[in-house]
């Protein structure tokens, strides 16, 4: 792999390219399904415009369990193909961005009448292994009642019979998405923010373009391409029915959510995959100073742009862990911060929502119009490679030599500098560790900027020096000065959310920090006192969302 040089991202510079340009496709939807899709039809030499209605990553791509895992669930369901897949995914996502994309082991404990027996638990990891292309020091490995709770001693002796241990791989997904639609920018895509597609524009009946609204100035306009594909996930119906092609099979939409807890009081060791007694599964995962648990799989019909955590959500969570761990008593009172957020599923007659598979399909409209439905986090290079492949096929099919690449996304590094492995990544770790000393910040802060930014971090440190403040508003200024000029990062939700994962992980030092950030961005985005004051008061509202219930 080779070093992408991420460029600075002009606003006013992508929108007037979007006004003039004949794109050869158009990506609607910026979270992790466009913007793989962007990225592969744009390092295979078309020329790309994505456009999303709101941040990168707002919807589904930030709220999901944060996990590039293999599925191990799926197995349970018989999605073979399902789980392979997925579990090579996984193995190439972590060598594209091993900063971001980084081991855990998972602890799937065996308990009294239990999901899995312990026979089954080890056939299961087994085959988990052998699909997913699992190396062989990672592989499963099966423990004993004492030696499970030597792992975890937080477990229940009293049902307790066992455990396996498998491998996957934590990550910020919101990241994830961000630094990918930050590359398909270094290979010539025009990916904005706040853009919203009103309508579609045809030509005799073929859809060749949009005509879109810039949610910032109000600015109406048409964007003109050759193909237009729908990423926009829970929104991917509402674009159908536009195009007048909504029919067949459609949407089920189920709500997930996440609690987040200090880790002092859920201190697993490890993360945890464990029973609830409904027969379904939850994941209690440590991330730094805190354990999120999630997640919860529920209907969903309701105001797809504002999906809330209620006290229903938090008390289901809570009893299940509670029930697992049973010294720890938690109560709501515990729960820090959470998110909600929508899952785009397949609607199949008479399955539940856990039952729904995780498969994606494309739609193709007689318009053209193709729609990229389902998926998962772990498949989106998958899912952007074969949506690409139709089009190679279109172009290909009117141009005898269309001179497009062969699909090269599982080599293009994500994060612009690529680590070799691990071992690297600690080791720079180490260096921003020592290099961020003299401004007051310690060794969670070296942690925190190596996974979020990888050797991006170097700029941030450079940001550091400039600061006019020394700790947490040091930090604040100069990651915020850097998500301005290479993250398109428009509002304080933006950063605060999305860019840094401080609102779910670290919410005091939202409270602290957001009118400082505020003030940067203020002078930077040239915002009047009107913008300031709206600016804060929705991050207020957010901060209240997340840490109350009702």
């Known amino acids: 792999m080779t070093d992408i040089e991420l460029e600075r991202l002009d606003r006013d510079e992508i929108i007037r390219n979007l006004k003039s340009t004949d794109y050869d496709v158009l ?12 990225l592969d039809a744009a390092s295979r030499g078309f020329s790309v415009a994505l456009v999303e209605m709101n941040d990168f990553a707002s919807g589904t791509s930030s709220r999901s369990t944060k996990l590039i895992h293999g599925g191990l669930r799926y197995l349970k369901q018989f999605e073979i193909a399902l789980v392979r897949e997925v579990g090579r995914e996984r193995a190439i996502v972590h060598k594209l961005a091993p900063h971001l994309v ?14 899995f027996g312990k026979f089954a638990t080890s056939l299961g990891l087994m085959v988990y292994d052998v699909l997913a292309g699992v190396e062989s020091a990672d592989q499963r490995k099966m423990l004993s009642k004492e030696e499970t709770l030597l792992k975890e001693p937080l477990l229940d002796p009293e049902v307790l019979e066992g455990s396996g241990i498998y491998a996957e791989y934590r990550t910020d997904d919101a ?3 961000v630094e990918v639609i930050k590359t398909a920018c270094a290979f010539g895509a025009d990916c904005i923010n706040y853009v919203q597609v009103l309508d579609f524009t045809y030509d005799e009946g073929t859809i060749n373009g949009a005509h879109v609204r810039d949610v910032a100035s109000g600015d109406l306009f048409d964007i003109s391409a050759r193909y237009v594909i729908s990423a926009a996930g829970p929104w991917v119906d509402e674009l159908r029915d536009k195009d007048d092609s909504l029919e067949g099979k459609r949407l089920h939409l189920t709500k997930g959510v996440h609690i987040v807890i200090p880790h002092d009081k859920l201190p697993v060791r490890q993360a945890v995959y464990f029973d609830v007694p409904d027969g379904r599964m939850i994941f209690a995962i440590p991330r730094g100073q805190v354990t999120y648990v999630g997640t919860t799989d529920t209907d969903y019909s309701g105001d797809k742009n504002h999906v809330l955590t209620n006290l229903e959500d938090v008390e289901y969570l809570l009893d299940a862990v509670n ?14 911060s959470s998110w909600a957020g929508l899952r785009p599923l397949i609607h199949e007659d008479g399955k539940s929502a856990s039952e729904l598979s995780r498969k994606d399909e494309i739609f193709e409209s ?7 439905a389902g ?4 498949g989106y290079r998958k899912m952007g490679e074969r949506i690409v492949n139709i089009l190679v096929k279109k172009f290909e099919e009117d141009h005898e030599d269309a001179g497009l690449a062969d699909v090269q996304t599982d080599h293009i590094p994500l994060g612009g500098a690529a680590f070799k492995n691990a071992e690297e990544v600690n080791i720079y770790q180490r260096r921003v560790g020592d290099a961020i000393l003299p401004f007051g910040l310690g060794e969670y802060d070296a942690w925190y900027l190596t996974s979020n930014y990888g050797k991006q971090t170097d700029t941030i440190i450079e940001n550091l020096k400039s600061a006019n403040s020394k700790g947490l508003h040091a930090l604040l200024e100069a990651e915020v000065r850097y998500c301005m000029e290479f993250e398109l990062t428009h509002t304080l939700c933006d950063f605060f959310i999305r860019r840094t994962g401080r609102l779910y992980f670290d919410i005091g030092s939202v409270r602290q920090g957001y009118e400082w950030v505020a003030e940067v961005m203020a002078k930077n985005l040239n915002w009047d006192d009107d913008r300031l004051n709206e600016e ?6 957010n901060i209240e969302e997340v840490s109350n219930f009702t």
Not at 326 to 336: E, F, G, K, N, R
């Open 536 to 541: 804060i008061q929705e991050i207020r509202r």
């Open 323 to 336: 029930n697992t761990f049973p010294s720890v008593h938690l109560t709501s009172a515990d729960v820090v």
């Open 102 to 115: 980084r081991s855990e082991k998972m602890l799937l404990p065996l308990i009294q009448g239990g999901t």
């Open 27 to 38: 990506v609607i939807g910026g979270g992790i399904t466009g913007a793989g899709i962007a």
């Open 175 to 177: 990241r994830l998405t």
């Open 366 to 372: 007689e318009t053209g119009l193709l729609s990229m």
């Open 375 to 378: 998926g998962k986090l772990t």
